[in-house]
C-alpha cells in the first residue's frame, strides 16, 4: 500500500516511504495535533499464534507478557547472550494473536530467528504484512483510520514511552520528561482500510504527514529507535530503554545477566545525550556524523531533526566519561557546529544495588 501514498500530490519519498508532502514542519504540527496521519510504511507487522505464545514470547524477551491482557500494549527487546540488542518490538495481544509491530529492516530476521526457537511449543509465526498495514498518529489522530479487529479487538498499540512500565526503571531524570507530550498510536489497518485513507488522502478528505514529521517528533521525545538508536553493541541501558521494554524482576531470558549486572552492579559504556544544534548555519550532521569534545572524537549522531519548536535537534551516543557540562561538537559537510548536549542517561547510572563493605580485620572486635 505504500505506493498509493508515494503518488500524493507533493510527495516527496525515499526507501522507506513518503518522507514529507512539502512541509514537513506543517506536517509536524499537525500530526501532535491530532489532524493527520502518517502511513508507516517502514514497519511490518508479524502474527504470532497459538496458545503458548504469550510464555514462549515471555521467555525468550526482556518483557513479561505472560498476563499481558487482550488490548494491552508493551514492548520487547530480543538480546544477544551478552545482553546487546538484536531486535525490538512493539506488542499488542488480542486474546488470540500477539501482534509485533516492527521496523521493517528487522523483520525477516526476527520472523527466520521466532521460528526456530519454536521447539514443540504450540505456537506459529507468520508475517503479516501482506494483508496489514501500520498508520502512526496521536491518540486523538487515530480516529482517521479504522483499526483491524481479527478478534474482535481493536489493534491500536498505544506507546508506553515515557512512563515507567511495571518491572522497569527510569535512568533519565528530566521533569517533565520531554516525551510526555507526546502521545503516540500505532494502528493496525488491513489493506483495504489503507486503499481508503490513500483516497480520501487525495481527494483532500484526509491530511496526511510523512516520514520526517513523525522521526522529529520522536527525537523530541528522546525515544530510542532501533534502526537509529542501536548498534552490535548496544546494551538497553544506553538508551533509557529499561523504563518500558525490561522487566528487571521477571524470569530467566537470553542476556538477562548482564542486564542485571549493568543495572545493579555496573555502568553501562555509553549514554544517550540529546543535542541542540547550532542552527545558525544550513547544513545539519547526518546520522553516524562524529560527535567531539574538542577533537576527539566522543560519540556519533543516531537521529537528527528540525523540529517545528525545538529547531535542530539530534540524539547522540557517547562515551560515558564525557563531561556533562561540555559543550560538544558535531561534524557536517561544512565544518562543525556547536551541540549543547541535555542529559538523557546520566554518567552514573546503573550501579543500583549497595554493595556492603567487608570490615578490614584491623577493625575487628575480639570476642571476649
Known amino acids: 500500500m505504500d505506493a498509493a501514498f508515494r503518488t500524493l500530490a507533493g510527495a516527496v519519498t525515499d526507501d522507506r516511504g513518503l518522507v514529507h508532502l512539502g512541509n514537513p514542519l506543517s506536517e509536524q504540527r499537525s500530526l501532535a495535533r491530532g489532524t493527520s496521519i502518517a502511513p508507516l510504511a517502514d514497519r511490518s507487522v508479524l502474527a504470532v499464534t497459538g496458545e503458548d505464545r504469550l510464555s514462549w514470547l515471555d521467555s525468550l ?17 530480543v538480546l544477544d547472550p551478552h545482553g546487546h540488542i538484536e531486535h525490538a518490538a512493539s506488542v499488542i495481544d488480542d486474546g488470540a494473536t500477539a501482534w509485533l509491530i516492527v521496523e521493517k529492516d528487522g523483520a525477516q530476521a526476527l520472523a527466520t530467528w521466532l521460528t526456530r526457537m519454536r521447539f514443540r511449543l504450540r505456537v506459529e509465526v507468520r508475517d503479516a504484512s501482506e494483508e496489514y498495514s501500520v498508520f502512526g498518529a496521536s491518540r486523538s489522530g487515530a480516529k482517521l483510520v479504522t483499526a483491524a479487529e481479527p478478534a474482535g479487538v481493536p489493534l491500536v498499540w ?39 485513507v490513500a ?4 481527494a483532500g478528505d484526509i491530511a496526511i504527514s510523512g516520514l520526517a514529521a513523525v ?7 528522546w525515544r530510542p529507535r532501533w534502526s537509529r538508536e542501536t548498534d552490535e ?7 533509557d530503554w529499561l523504563r518500558t521494554a525490561v522487566h528487571l524482576s521477571k524470569g530467566c531470558y537470553r542476556g538477562q545477566e548482564t542486564v542485571a549486572k549493568v543495572h545493579n552492579l555496573g555502568h553501562p559504556p555509553r549514554r544517550l545525550v540529546a543535542l541542540q544544534l547550532d542552527g545558525s548555519g544550513s547544513t545539519l550532521p547526518a546520522v553516524g556524523a562524529d560527535v567531539l569534545k574538542g577533537e576527539t572524537v566522543v560519540g556519533s549522531i543516531t537521529s537528527v531533526a528540525l523540529h517545528y519548536e525545538d529547531g535542530p535537534i ?4 557517547v562515551k560515558r566519561t564525557t563531561p556533562i557540562e561540555e559543550v560538544l561538537l ?11 548536549q541535555e542529559i538523557i542517561v546520566p554518567p552514573e547510572a546503573g550501579a543500583t544495588a549497595g554493595v556492603p ?5 584491623s577493625r575487628r572486635t575480639r570476642a571476649t
Open 233 to 239: 553493541r548496544t546494551l538497553p541501558h544506553e538508551v
Open 215 to 221: 522521526d522529529a517528533l520522536r527525537v523530541a521525545a
Open 199 to 202: 483516497a480520501a488522502a487525495a
Open 158 to 196: 498505544v506507546d508506553p514511552w515515557p512512563a515507567v512500565s511495571v518491572g522497569g526503571w527510569a535512568y533519565a531524570v528530566a521533569e517533565p520528561h520531554p516525551g510526555s507530550a507526546r502521545d503516540w498510536v500505532e494502528v493496525i489497518a488491513t489493506h483495504g482500510e489503507a486503499k481508503r
Open 357 to 361: 563493605r567487608m570490615p578490614r580485620l
Open 330 to 340: 558535531a561534524q557536517t559537510d561544512d565544518g562543525v557546529i556547536a551541540a549543547a
Open 314 to 317: 539530534a540524539l547522540a551516543l
Open 61 to 77: 524477551t526482556s518483557q513479561a507478557l505472560n498476563a499481558l491482557a487482550p488490548g494491552a500494549s508493551t514492548e520487547l527487546l
